[in-house]
């Protein structure tokens, strides 16, 4: 049965360099009401190896953990028609006001997408920055992304520091 998926507001402060910008929150996320909440998903083992921003803390302090370091955490739809939490099932999607977020935190220089999907859909709906702003895609989190192990995700990931 498609539902009307709604995601929740991003996580960021004004010392913020990077954004890291999903699709949008899978079945499991939307429950939990916490981005990346599914057990599979590599997202909060990686930070927890770059910045210490693991499962072991509690979610706040997971987000809180990523501020400090430089890094915004959002998605590119605010809501969609979608079946399960697969991307590609994502339809009638409706942007966030990235364009906003990016002007009241000038500070952010750099995109980090979590996956190619999410470069997708930024480009479709984004295709024009009100700013230069580099954009890297980075290997998707997911469990739906098996072409890379955990180990190879995180060296990819690592990349990420630099831009910090």
Same mark, same amino acid.
């Given at each position: 049965?498609?539902? =009307?998926?709604?995601? %929740?507001?991003? *996580?960021? #402060?004004p010392?913020?360099?990077?954004? =890291?910008? &999903? ?11 916490? %981005?990346?909440?599914? $057990? ?11 910045? &210490?921003?693991?499962?072991? !803390?509690?979610y ?12 915004? !955490?959002? +998605? ?7 079946? @399960?939490?697969?991307? #590609?099932a =994502?339809?009638a999607?409706?942007?966030? +006001?990235?364009? @906003? ?6 500070r ?6 979590? @996956? ?10 984004? $295709?024009a920055? $009100?700013?230069? =702003?580099?954009?890297?895609? %980075?290997? *998707?989190? #997911?469990?739906?992304?098996?072409? !890379?192990?955990?180990?190879?995700k995180?060296?990819?990931? #690592?990349?990420?520091?630099s %831009?910090?």
């Amino acid at each position: 049965m498609t539902r =009307i998926a709604h995601t %929740f507001g991003p *996580s960021v #402060s004004p010392r913020c360099r990077v954004l =890291i910008l &999903g699709t949008m929150p899978g079945v499991a996320s939307l429950a939990a009401g916490a %981005f990346y909440a599914h $057990p599979r998903n590599a997202f909060w083992d990686i930070m927890g190896r770059l910045v &210490g921003a693991g499962r072991e !803390l509690p979610y706040a302090r997971r987000l809180a953990r990523l501020r400090a370091h430089g890094m915004a !955490l959002w +998605d590119v739809v605010a809501e969609c028609e979608r079946v @399960g939490s697969l991307d #590609s099932a =994502i339809r009638a999607e409706r942007a966030n +006001d990235l364009v @906003g977020l990016l002007l009241r935190y000038p500070r952010l220089h750099t995109i980090a997408f979590n @996956g190619q999907p999410a470069a997708r859909l930024f480009q479709r709906h984004i $295709p024009a920055c $009100p700013r230069t =702003i580099r954009r890297v895609v %980075f290997p *998707s989190t #997911s469990p739906a992304h098996a072409a !890379l192990d955990v180990e190879a995700k995180v060296r990819a990931w #690592s990349r990420l520091l630099s %831009f910090l």
